[in-house]
């Protein structure tokens, strides 16, 4: 009776198992494409979901802020909304960790967007300009 018992056990938890990872392949998958897609549809953008999982979109309306414009963004007033919002949200007042985090995920997505596109424009005037090294005396 015993052995019986322990085979059910064992083959319910290799099925429970086995589904568990095959619906994790079937997102990874979904998540796949959905980069291959966004890569296509704007091969010059930096990574959308880059490492915090959140887009640009995303990010903006969590930190209620515009979406920076040509790469251009008011990064006062994203640090401000971002400074109350993290306050607002601490575990030792009653906050949420979740909500904290975040919020400091947005902030971190919306100065990587601003970042990626002050580095493309530096390399495009320098394309402009024509490369000028420079050079250190050594004295």
Known sequence: MAHRIITQVVLTGSRVLGRAFAEAYRQAAASQKYAQTAAKNNP???NNLA??????????????????????????????????????????????FYLQSKVLRARERIELEVREAER???????LKEGWKPKVYKER
């Open 120 to 126: 493309m424009s530096d390399r495009e005037q320098e």
């Open 44 to 46: 010059g953008a930096t």
């Open 51 to 96: 490492s915090s999982g959140l887009t640009l979109d995303e990010a903006c309306k969590i930190l209620n802020v515009k979406p920076p414009q040509g790469g251009k963004a008011n990064m006062e007033d994203v640090t401000e909304r971002f400074k109350r919002l993290f306050d607002v949200n601490d575990p030792k007042k009653g906050g949420s």
